[in-house]
């Protein structure tokens, strides 16, 4: 069985394809492809049954991805999970076939279950590949989008201007899956690490010649205060992208002054739409503009909707939130300039108080720019008098007084803030502030 895109990456021949602990050519790697093949034959692993792929990020997972997309087999991507959260998601996807591949072994196991949602019938009606991606899930159970294989790639236009891009997001997200094919589809090298920390990354980029870093503010922000900057050599970066998640107005300026030659864009995608072509306002400036190639946009009550052409079929476990028009309601409040978009923040997290609407990117942006905060995570806390007050945790470069840090930052805030975005209440802790996607968690009020 073969697959367009198979046939592109075969005119690359010699070029880099993917750096990890070695470089792997389009030659290796379609040869790898050509491996897993065989492995799916002996296995009877058959177009349209549901296929779980399982494993850290590698060249080989990588190639299994391309021969299980080649099968037209709709394919789940998982990480390594807890025990708890995997069997949720099997149990959600109705696994049929399981495949565990770490990078030098796969062990492919059959569940005995038949897969038999509507949206696989879909699927399977048009004899396309398809991909379940899941939501993080950090308020209840997480969701199951079902994409079209097809339709994301065909998102990939014809090859240009290949670049060397570091794949920070794994398999089992849109932006991962978008890191890799997108770059392979333009002959380009994915570079990927097994430890995603400052120095490991940035160290990366450096032995590596990157030129494109897609990742998160919060991620970003660890850059920042680890120093990792300073002890490597970042000549090749050209370009910083970010996503998934608000970035504070300070720590964007901050990273302009320790990389005045690298350009800044946002960038914003959703696992339910794929990954939007966006133009930042300016390298310091939180306005975007979405692309309308494929996708369209409208806002209703300061929500924004998306109509994408490579839209999900539905979610396997919840109603699809799309209207009448084909618009998916992102549940991500913007304001509007003209035709630029501020992204405030998801409906869900917006702190109510007393009638009048906090957005914890705002306030953890001022707080950000008090002395000794390393990270800081703004979410509401019920009161019998105002709904909610603003609670404000953080975690310090350096110990010190509870006390002391809480006054420094409701003056701060007092001073650049209205009196009901002012903390109430300022906590410290040293546990982490982000989910293993690097991703901001809070509490939802």
């Known amino acids: 069985m073969h697959h367009p895109f198979l046939d592109r990456l075969a005119g690359f021949e010699d070029a880099e394809a993917i750096v990890f602990d070695g470089t792997t050519t389009y030659r290796e790697l379609l040869d790898r492809v050509a491996d897993w093949q065989d492995l799916l034959d002996r296995h009877d692993v058959a177009p349209g049954q549901v296929v779980t792929l399982e494993g850290p990020y590698s060249p080989d997972l990588c190639a299994g991805l391309l021969a299980l997309i080649a099968r037209d087999v709709i394919v789940v991507p998982l990480t390594v999970l807890p025990a708890d959260k995997r069997a949720e998601f099997l149990d959600v996807c109705a696994a049929e076939v ?4 770490d990078g030098t072994s796969r062990v492919v196991t059959r569940t005995g279950k038949v897969a038999d949602h509507e949206l696989y019938r879909r699927l399977r009606a048009v004899g396309a590949p398809g991909l379940v991606l899941f939501s993080s899930g950090t308020s209840g159970r997480s969701k199951a989008s079902v994409l079209d294989f097809d339709k994301v790639i065909a998102r990939y236009g014809e090859p240009t201007k290949p670049r060397r891009i570091l794949s920070f997001l794994s398999l089992d997200h849109i932006g991962g899956v978008n890191t890799l094919l997108a770059t392979l589809s333009q002959g380009g090298t994915v570079v990927t690490v097994a430890e995603r920390t400052p120095d490991a990354v940035l160290a990366a980029v450096a032995a590596h010649d990157v030129q494109v870093l897609p990742t998160t503010p919060t991620f970003l922000n660890m850059v920042l205060i680890s120093g990792a900057a300073d002890r490597h050599r970042l000549d090749s970066l050209q370009l910083i992208t970010y996503g998934t998640e608000p970035m504070p107005l300070t720590t964007l300026r901050r990273l302009k002054e320790v990389f005045p030659q690298i350009r800044f864009k946002q960038t914003y995608g959703l ?3 794929g990954i939007l072509p966006t133009r930042s306002r300016g390298d310091d400036s939180l306005w975007v503009k979405l692309g309308a190639a494929g996708f369209e946009h409208k806002v209703v009550d300061n929500v924004l909707w998306i109509r994408s052409e490579m839209a999900m079929l539905g979610y396997l476990n919840a109603p699809a939130p799309f ?6 309601n992102t549940q991500d409040v913007v304001e509007t300039d003209g035709e630029w978009v501020r992204i405030l923040g998801r409906r869900s997290e917006i702190i109510n108080v007393g009638g009048e609407k906090v957005y914890p990117s705002e306030v953890e942006s001022v707080i950000l720019d008090v002395p000794n905060v390393a990270e800081v995570t703004v979410s509401g806390k019920p009161s019998p008098v105002t709904g909610n007050v603003v609670v404000a945790t953080v975690k310090l470069v350096a110990a010190e007084d509870q006390r002391l840090v809480g006054r420094r930052v409701r003056e701060e805030c007092a001073r650049r803030l209205e009196a009901f975005k002012v903390p109430a209440v300022v906590t410290v802790s040293a546990a982490e502030h ?11 009020s």
């Open 323 to 328: 209207d009448d028009e084909g618009f998916f």
């Open 98 to 101: 399981l495949i565990a591949a």
């Open 434 to 444: 982000h989910s293993d996607r690097f991703k901001k968690t809070r509490k939802v």
């Open 271 to 273: 696992s339910e739409l």
